[in-house]
T-cell receptor
């Protein structure tokens, strides 16, 4: 099946610094990438949708200036957490819908971010 | 709107016990339905899916049937193993390029 590769899997950063998370589609072209956040013992909540070549759309309550999303090519989407704070510590995971004919979505491995 | 409701956990079972995790969805559109599993420290893996009413998804001894009349997609397994300990998410999706909507997840612990 299709593979989405997400890096890094774990990152620890200091408050005030920025962290970039990458998601690459390895064997298909991902025109759309969904970014989710999962707090401990909670479900995945959609943060934003990135589309190749256009601006990302953010869900209500998600700060677009804090969570910068770039989808510059059909195989790479990035999420940058800017000026990170401890409350941004979470599990971030990307997902591509895999195309109109695919009912299944393909997930990256996830990134556990810890801000200290 | 679109939502998924699944039973609250945690669920603790002895090995070889029967498992049911209830999941219901709001009846908007014609969603595809999914169960994903998340093992400790890992990302999500698709466990099974069903794309239309009366379809049964099955994998690794787990199964779930898409019931339109009760808007349900309950997950069942006849005999759980310790290795099934994980968090299980029910999810729905309306069409090809829309995001999945997840339930809150149910943590399953199976003890030997």
């Amino acid at each position: 099946g299709a593979v989405v590769s997400q890096h890094p899997s774990r990152v620890i950063c200091k408050s005030g610094t920025s962290v970039k998370i990458e998601c690459r589609s390895l064997d298909f072209q991902a025109t759309t990438m969904f970014w989710y956040r999962q707090f401990p013992k909670q479900s995945l909540m959609l943060m934003a949708t990135s589309n190749e070549g256009s601006k990302a759309t953010y869900e209500q309550g998600v700060e677009k200036d804090k969570f910068l999303i770039n989808h510059a090519s059909l195989t790479l989407s990035t999420l940058t957490v800017t000026s990170a704070h401890p409350e941004d510590s979470s599990f971030y995971i990307c997902s591509s819908p895999g195309g109109e004919m695919n009912t299944e979505a393909f997930f990256g491995q996830g990134t556990r971010l810890t801000v200290v | 709107g679109n939502s998924v409701t699944q039973m609250e956990g945690p669920v603790t079972l002895s090995e070889e016990a029967f498992l049911t995790i209830n999941c219901t969805y709001t009846a908007t559109g014609y969603p595809s339905l999914f169960w994903y599993v998340q093992y400790p420290g890992e990302g999500l893996q698709l466990l099974l899916k069903a794309t239309k009413a009366d379809d049964k998804g099955s994998n690794k001894g787990f199964e779930a049937t898409y019931r339109k009349e009760t808007t349900s997609f309950h997950l069942e397994k006849g005999s759980v193993q310790v290795s099934d300990s994980a968090v299980y998410f029910c999810a729905r999706r309306n069409s090809g390029n829309t995001p999945l909507v997840f339930g809150k997840g149910t943590r399953l612990s199976v003890i030997a």
